[in-house]
């Protein structure tokens, strides 16, 4: 198991599990603090070959250098980090995909994780992608015709790449949360037990310059649904949104840029993936590059 000094305790984290061990009967100094962050998402490449009108994510088409990559991952295991999820744009689109993935596996201890759509989940990628992956995040923003109406692919498609991708590592859902895709929450859950997902992460849709934030009333429909979830499969909420009560955050004195961060396609490290403030990594370690971050908030 991987461990991380915090404000919150000893955190002692099994990427294979993903189970978490917070020994908060201690308070260590400030000193021996880990100083990455917690968990870190990197935006491999901004190139995607969906058009979902609810995405803000960047349309130039920069991706990163596989050696910086490399190096930064090691030094986000050096100091401390647990985690890293890529994503993009589509990660699968990345040239070296599935070689950065076995890299961090391999030649760290940060737990690998990735969100996609799913549709290039492919045997011969996912074959690839075995042994070297903890945890796929795969984007259902609704059921059925929903699904197809914001994503252009057939619903059909999908459930085939879930029930192949679930054969070599652990799933979960991300769902974009809007005024169409809630009326869907009870169906998603429902396939979310029938491939036995263990996680639905929901993601309240963030206004963009194509489509409006999530709604007052929609916003309401979601605490609703979430307060009378009886479902098997767990839930976790973006704080993006939300109201800062509404979440259980076992690590609440771990916040900013000590809990996460975000690196773009174009290398900038960010607080997080909505940011407009970051700081280019260049030839800087990412512990510089933290601080001066941290110096521009």
Not at 122 to 145: P, Q, Y
Not at 157 to 174: A, D, H, P, W
């Amino acid at each position: 198991m991987k461990k991380r000094i915090g404000p919150d305790g000893i955190l002692f984290f099994d990427r294979t599990s993903g189970n978490n061990i917070l020994i908060n009967e201690c308070s260590l100094p400030q000193s021996e603090w880990s100083l990455a962050p917690r968990q870190v998402s990197i935006a491999l490449t901004n190139v995607c070959d969906l058009q979902c009108e609810f995405c803000y994510a960047p349309k130039n088409k920069a991706s990163l250098d596989f050696q910086s990559l490399t190096k930064w991952i090691k030094e986000f295991d050096q100091f401390g980090s647990l985690g890293v999820g890529f994503g993009g744009g589509e990660p699968t689109l990345y040239p070296k995909f599935s070689d950065i993935c076995e890299f961090t596996a391999n030649e760290t201890d940060l737990a690998v994780t990735f969100t996609t759509h799913g549709h290039r989940l492919t045997d011969t990628l996912l074959a690839d992608l075995k042994g070297n992956v903890h945890f796929i995040r795969i984007s259902i923003d609704g059921v059925g015709a929903t699904y197809e109406r914001f994503r252009g692919r057939k619903f059909s498609k999908l459930l085939e790449r879930i029930e192949r991708t679930r054969q070599i590592t652990s799933l979960g859902f991300n769902v974009v949360v809007n005024d169409s895709t809630i009326q869907d929450l009870d169906q998603v859950a429902e396939v979310a037990k029938m491939f036995d997902i263990s996680e639905v992460l929901l993601l309240p849709q963030q206004a963009t310059k194509n489509v409006k934030g999530l709604s007052r009333d929609s916003y309401e429909k979601l605490k609703y649904w979430i307060e009378s979830y009886r479902g098997e499969t767990r839930l976790t909420i973006s704080d993006i949104g939300l109201e800062s009560n509404f979440i259980c955050n076992p690590l609440s004195m771990e916040t900013g840029l000590n809990a996460y961060a975000h690196i773009d396609a174009l290398g900038f490290i960010k607080g997080s993936s909505y940011s407009n403030i970051g700081q280019q990594i260049g030839d800087k370690s990412i512990l510089e590059a933290l601080q001066l971050l941290k110096e521009c908030k």
